[in-house]
Nanobody
Framework: QVQLVESGGGLVQAGGSLRLSCTAS????????MGWFRQAPEKEREFVAA???????TYYADSVKGRFTISRDNARNTYLQMNSLKPEDTAVYYC????????????????WGQGTQVTVSS
């Protein structure tokens, strides 16, 4: 089992920045990639960003491309730097881990964190 814990959420004004962190523990050997998803009230959980493999290839949703950056510093810590935040970025943000190369589908992820709230005021 792998446990994921997110932190770094909060309230920020539009145009501001936040950095989310995700720390993994447990049996992390074999984890191929990490992802961030978000879910706004009454909406489906959606893909935000992913990072894969030893080369650290990154992928982004069109809505955050150029504003958000996913990174990792070792096998256990993954980050999401969020700049130029907009009110529509308000959501609960989830960190997730997967064993496969597919990076965009929720079903490809085996482990999920509990989520951290991000609220962007206008």
């Amino acid at each position: 089992q792998v446990q994921l814990v997110e932190s770094g959420g909060g309230l920020v004004q539009a145009g501001g920045s936040l950095r989310l962190s995700c720390t993994a523990s447990g049996r992390t050997f074999g984890i191929y990639g990490m992802g961030w998803f978000r879910q706004a009230p009454e909406k489906e959980r959606e893909f935000v960003a992913a990072i894969s493999g030893s080369a650290g290839s990154t992928y982004y949703a069109d809505s955050v491309k150029g504003r958000f950056t996913i990174s990792r510093d070792n096998a256990r810590n993954t980050y999401l730097q969020m700049n130029s935040l907009k009110p529509e970025d308000t959501a609960v943000y989830y960190c997730a881990a997967r064993h496969v190369s597919t990076w965009y589908a929720k079903g490809a992820y085996d482990y999920w964190g509990q989520g951290t709230q991000v609220t962007v005021s206008s």
